[in-house]
């Protein structure tokens, strides 16, 4: 009679034998949950991870107020996450490249605190979170990961929340949307932003109109180009100058 041991690496060896190797291929493993892993390590948490599946523009992944059971990892595209503020108005939190894990909030209390929406043709993996856990135990270095993209978030929300005009904040959003592009292997001066101007404004907690004069602002002082959802950043010092003002 097979051990709970021997059952639980039997299970994970047939999984195996129908999981390829994604997150080896996967062109974003650095950034994600996989990175430093050896490839024991790395095939049990291939185990655990349903294979990538592609949602349409405007679906959500899961919503605020549902049970949490799984974590989601952007895999292509862009996502946005959304909350609800006091007075029942929507606040955007963040937006997911690929790499990033979604659904973070829904650990401490079981239930999502935000939407997960998808802002083009985007792709994602799904995790179990009771799976991942069971993993994380035999593998320290799963749970330092975790930490790694707790404390990622963290640190993104703070930056978000910096006492800053709205001039700086506006050139802070761009320069380091711009940096994480160029974590990815894109372009740091010229990507897609499938992002609309009211969607950046309740990210950063300004009007539209606002967010709108800036922008002209900017492009006025050849900081920066954005026509038809390209943005072009023109002068990287001057942007930089302008975001610790």
Do not use: W
């Amino acid at each position: 009679m097979p051990n709970l041991k021997q059952q639980k690496i039997s299970l994970i060896t047939n999984k195996l034998l129908k999981v390829e190797s994604r997150c080896q291929k996967c062109a974003v493993n650095s950034l994600c949950l996989p990175a430093g892993l050896s490839n024991n390590e790395l095939e049990e948490l291939e185990a655990i991870i349903a294979s990538s599946q592609i949602t349409d523009k405007n679906t959500s992944l899961f919503s605020y107020g549902e049970k949490f059971n799984s974590l989601y990892v952007v895999h292509s595209g862009m996502f946005k996450t959304t909350t609800v503020d006091e007075n029942g108005k929507e606040r955007i939190i963040s937006f997911h490249l690929p790499g990033e894990i979604m659904g973070l909030d829904g650990i401490h209390s079981d239930t999502y605190h935000s939407t997960a929406t998808a802002l083009t043709m985007s792709s994602f993996c799904k995790i179990p979170f009771n799976s991942l856990m069971d993993v994380a135990e035999d593998y320290p270095i799963i749970q330092k990961n975790m930490l790694k993209v707790m404390s990622k978030e963290i640190f993104s929300c703070k930056k978000n929340h910096l006492d800053i005009g709205s001039k700086a904040k506006l050139a802070l959003f761009i320069k380091t949307i711009s940096q994480r592009f160029k974590s990815r292997g894109y372009s740091a001066d010229e990507f897609f932003l499938p992002i609309s101007q009211r969607d950046i404004a309740s990210y950063l907690g300004m009007a539209e109109e606002t967010l709108s004069r800036i922008f002209k602002k900017l492009q006025k002082m050849e900081v920066v180009k954005y026509k038809k959802h390209i943005l072009t950043i023109l002068d990287t010092a001057l942007l930089t100058n302008i975001s610790e003002s």
